[in-house]
């Protein structure tokens, strides 16, 4: 099939770049556009590139940056748009995209808690996809918008959905220990993050609780229900550059399943994009480490079953139950699978589904 022409949003940026780095070569989508802010405005892609793990195609690497225009991406003909802006500029451009015509895959939190808008992680909630159809009609709009969720909140909702399907318990602790890139670039300042711990981060720990439990709540046709969960979070901004690491505590009603059940859970889970093996699923999108001393960001972030999956799986390690109570450490690389790759993710879940 011909590649889907795309322009992306927010280019100049850390999660902007990332999605470059997914998108050049992909076999579905053909980046054709890409916008950031009028300081950036008429930069090569080479000379902004700040990703030291991935090298640009000379194509793309020669690709002009241009300010920010809705209507001279529809001129370029893209039928998708890729969006890494700050919330507070998706708030406006979303959905004016939308409006003309484009299929909005977001990385901003704008519209994730929007009644019609889903926070799609299709190995979890593949089928709240379809609630576009909804988004369409009530908007009157062509195109449409589907979010990715908080960078965090990625890791632990992949790790808690085969436990979900399999078990119940009604809450969940985790504390995360999340990399300066999740600050964007260039982030945190180094005389406040060097040898240090910042025990803040706004609006993470209501994040977590609130976009879990519409990840993982049920769409029953006409709404997504949230699944009746609660999320209590401690979040912590630690100096590693990529990879959030997360400590999880679940307390069962009874005794909790042993250790070596709850590996079997965690390393038999797929979901619908491993089946359909779109372009950039891992494998395996959950992988156990063993070792006692993983996952480790500087190991793991990077976990994945081929080139253009690397950072697309979740890693979890030392799996623990004591009694009624099961711990274990999970980890996501936050501006690969809690970020862009993602929303092309998501994007080529639209794509199979016929609705670009």
Known sequence: MDRIPAALFGASGMVGQRFVASLQDHP?????????????????????????????NDD???????????????????KIAFCALPADLAKKVEPDAASAG????????????????????????????????????????????????????????????PL??????????????????????PGVPSLDINANCIPFIKNEEVKMNREAKKI??????????????????????IPSRDGHLE???????????????????????????????????????IIVRNEENRPQPILDALAGSSDRTKGMAVTVGRIRVDGDVLRFFCLVHNTIRGSAGGSVLNAECAIHEGMI
């Open 28 to 56: 579905q989508v053909d980046l054709v556009a890409v916008y950031s802010s009028e300081r950036s405005k008429g930069k090569k892609l080479s000379e902004i590139w700040k990703l030291p793990d991935a090298v640009l």
């Open 60 to 78: 793309i690497a020669s690709m002009k940056l241009e300010k920010l225009d809705i209507q001279d991406a529809v001129k370029q003909k893209a």
């Open 102 to 161: 484009l299929a909005v895959f977001s990385n901003a939190a704008a519209y994730r808690m929007d009644d019609l808008t889903p926070i799609l992680i299709p190995e979890i909630n593949y089928d709240h996809i379809k609630i576009v159809e909804l988004q369409r009609k009530k908007k009157g709009t062509r195109g449409f918008i589907v979010t990715n969720a908080n960078c965090s909140v990625t890791g632990l909702s992949v790790a808690l959905k």
């Open 164 to 185: 979900v399907d399999k078990y119940e318990f009604p809450r969940v602790f985790v504390s995360t220990y999340q990399a300066i890139s999740g600050a964007g670039y």
């Open 216 to 237: 993982l709540g049920r769409f029953d046709g006409t709404s997504i229900r949230p699944i009746d969960i609660d999320i209590f979070a401690n979040c912590v901004r």
């Open 247 to 285: 400590a999880v505590t679940i307390q069962f009603a009874g005794k909790a399943p042993n250790a070596d059940e709850i590996t079997e859970t965690f390393a038999r889970f797929e979901g619908k994009p491993q089946i359909l093996k779109l372009p950039t699923a891992p494998k395996r999108p």
